[in-house]
C-alpha cells in the first residue's frame, strides 16, 4: 500500500487549501468564491482551478503549504468528545500539545464521549478512511462491561447479528473477558456505526456500563496511559495496525 499522503500535482484548489488544514474541502470552496484566495498574485474564484508544485497560493493574504502528514495514536479517556472542535466541552485536539494544533487533524473514527480507548488521529483522510471504511477489513477490539449477565443464548443472537432500526447488524465476534463473569465480554467488530456496540446490547434488553476500544486491527493497547498519545510514522503505524504490536 503506497502512502496516500502523497499528492500527485496538478490538483484542485480547494483539495490543496484542505491538503493545507486551512479549511475542510467544503469550507474551500466558499473561501475561494469569496474571493479571500489567490494564485501566483491573482484573485482565483474557481474551487476546480488547477494547482502545481510551486505555485504562490495565499488565504487571506498569507502563504498556504501543505501540511506534513501526521499519524497519531491515542488512548482517549472518558468524557472527552472524538470531535475536532465542541462547544459542548473537551475534545481530543484538546489534549495535543499546541504545536499539533494548525496541522488539520482529526479523528479517524469516533468513540462516544463516555467510551474510552485507542483512536487515531490524522490530516491524512485517505489514511483514515482506509482504516474507517468497512471495506477494509480493519477490525476494531473493544472490551465491554454490560449491566447485566449475557445468557449464551443472547451472546450467540449478538455473535450473529442484531436488529437495530429495522436492519440486521453485521456478525460480530464475542469472547468472555474473565471466564467466570458474564458480564464482561471482548467484542470484535467489522463495521462500525456510532454507538453501535451500545445500541447493540440494549436491543437484547442489556445495557453497556463502560466500553473501551483496546485494538485497532492488529493494534493493541497494553502501555499507553490514559490521555496519552504516541506519533508515528505512516509505514510504522501501518506495519502494526496490519502485522501486530502493543502500544
Not at 484573485?43 to 488547477?50: C, F, I, K, R, T
Not at 504562490?56 to 497519531?72: H, L
Not at 471466564?179 to 440494549?202: C, H, Q, S, T, Y
Request: a positive charge.
Amino acid at each position: 500500500m503506497n502512502n496516500p499522503a502523497r499528492v500527485s500535482f496538478p490538483i484542485r484548489l480547494n483539495r490543496y487549501l484542505a491538503l493545507c488544514a486551512v479549511a475542510s474541502r467544503r469550507n474551500a470552496d466558499e473561501l475561494v468564491t469569496s474571493g479571500r484566495v489567490s494564485v501566483n498574485g491573482r484573485v482565483e474564484l474557481s474551487p476546480g482551478a488547477p494547482i502545481n508544485e510551486g505555485y504562490d497560493v495565499r488565504a487571506d493574504g498569507r502563504p498556504v503549504e501543505i501540511a506534513r502528514p501526521v499519524y497519531i495514536v491515542m488512548n482517549k479517556p472518558r468524557g472527552v468528545l472524538s470531535a475536532v472542535s465542541d462547544a459542548r466541552g473537551k475534545t481530543v485536539i484538546d489534549l495535543l500539545p499546541e504545536r499539533y494544533r494548525a496541522l488539520g487533524l482529526f479523528p479517524a473514527g469516533r468513540l462516544d464521549l463516555d467510551s474510552e480507548g485507542l483512536i487515531i488521529l490524522t490530516n491524512d483522510g485517505q489514511f483514515a478512511q482506509s482504516i474507517v471504511h468497512p471495506s477494509s477489513g480493519v477490525k476494531k477490539t473493544y472490551l465491554v462491561l454490560l449491566r447485566d449477565i449475557l445468557e449464551e443464548k443472547k451472546m450467540k443472537e449478538w455473535a450473529k447479528g442484531v436488529i437495530i432500526d429495522g436492519k440486521l447488524t453485521a456478525p460480530s465476534e464475542l469472547s468472555r473477558e474473565t471466564p467466570l463473569d458474564g458480564r464482561r465480554w471482548r467484542v470484535v467488530l467489522g463495521e462500525g456505526f456510532k454507538r453501535e456496540i451500545r445500541l447493540m446490547a440494549e436491543a437484547l434488553g442489556n445495557r453497556v456500563i463502560r466500553l473501551k476500544r483496546v485494538g485497532i486491527g492488529e493494534m493493541f493497547l497494553k502501555k499507553l496511559p490514559n490521555g496519552m498519545f504516541y506519533e508515528y510514522h505512516y509505514r510504522d503505524l501501518l506495519d502494526i495496525i496490519s502485522n501486530g504490536g502493543e502500544i
